[in-house]
């Protein structure tokens, strides 16, 4: 097996489904394996060209945050070794890039917090002076911090598919249709977990932003994903404050008005905004400098943070 892996190929257990960047991998009836690939998805195409060790990032980025923010809400991780659950010669598709997860019943929405007024939120500030039905000042510029983080969860797309922006009444009416017969017997509802979501998600944002402005890092909005057992025990899933899930901005380049650069895929989105390309399937080849460039990128946003070098 040579890095960077593009796509794991794990034989000794059932594979569940493969994602854009995650491929899922079943251990037992309450253990999942998620193995993160160097796949890079750019406007909801996956791209034929890997990013070297930018799934060892991801996995290095959301550790340390499931890691430090555990006090705030339980997470999925198992503390399994994954090498100890797949074959001996398998162990090295696993290594530094997957983790042992417990089985979760997901919830239906994305929960995104914004700090700061940007992409589709500031779309939406533009043409109605709130975002998701929220009420925001006028006057703001692109950019602008808002006076105080909000909750803007939205739908979760299939691939190939967009994420839409809904409101949190909306979101709790998703959790209730679709969480009735999990949350059976608990003494919950969706629309009681959609808001225990909520807080859980404001709380994260808050302390994880914290941190990192003290690492010379803006977090400007971020999305999580959240889980219950069968006791209706809200968990927080999937990735956590990584450059794939979240929209990282250098504190020192910062300036009300103008988009910052981001540590995340910015270089490719800018490259193929060059090309006459129609954004759907199959996505076009990409550069060795735009490649190199953008892994770069990942790994600086790994060292700021964690303090560790891959």
Known sequence: MTAPLFQSSIASLPLLSKGKVRDIYAVDSDKLLIVTSDRLSAFDVILPDPIPKKGQVLQAVANFWFDKLGHIVPNQLTGIDPESVVAENEREQVRGRAVVVKRLKPLPIEAVVRGYVIGSGWKDYQETGAICGIPLPAGLKLAAKLPEPIFTPA????????????????????????????????????????????????????????????????????????????????????????????????????????????????????????????????????????????????????????????
């Not at 979101?171 to 017997?185: F, H, R, V, W």
């Not at 994880?208 to 959240?226: N, V």
């Not at 020192?252 to 910052?260: H, K």
């Open 155 to 310: 739908t979760k797309a299939e691939v190939g598919d967009h994420d839409e922006n809904i409101s949190f009444e909306q979101a709790q009416t998703a959790c209730n249709a679709t969480l009735a017969d999990a949350l059976a017997g608990t003494g919950k509802t969706g629309a009681q977990l959609a808001e225990e979501a909520r807080n859980a998600a404001l709380r994260l944002y808050k302390e994880a932003s914290d941190y990192a402005a003290t690492r010379g890092i803006i977090i400007a909005d971020t999305k999580f994903e959240f889980g219950i057992d069968a006791q209706g025990t809200l968990h927080l899933i999937d990735e956590a404050l990584t450059p794939d899930s979240s929209r990282f901005w250098p504190a020192d380049q910062y300036a009300e008005g103008t988009n910052p650069p981001s540590y995340d895929k910015q270089y490719v989105r800018d490259y193929l905004e060059t090309l006459d390309w129609g954004k759907k399937a199959p996505g076009p080849t990409l550069p060795a400098d735009v490649i190199e460039r953008t892994s770069a990128k990942y790994l600086e946003a790994c060292e700021r943070l964690t303090g560790k070098t891959l």
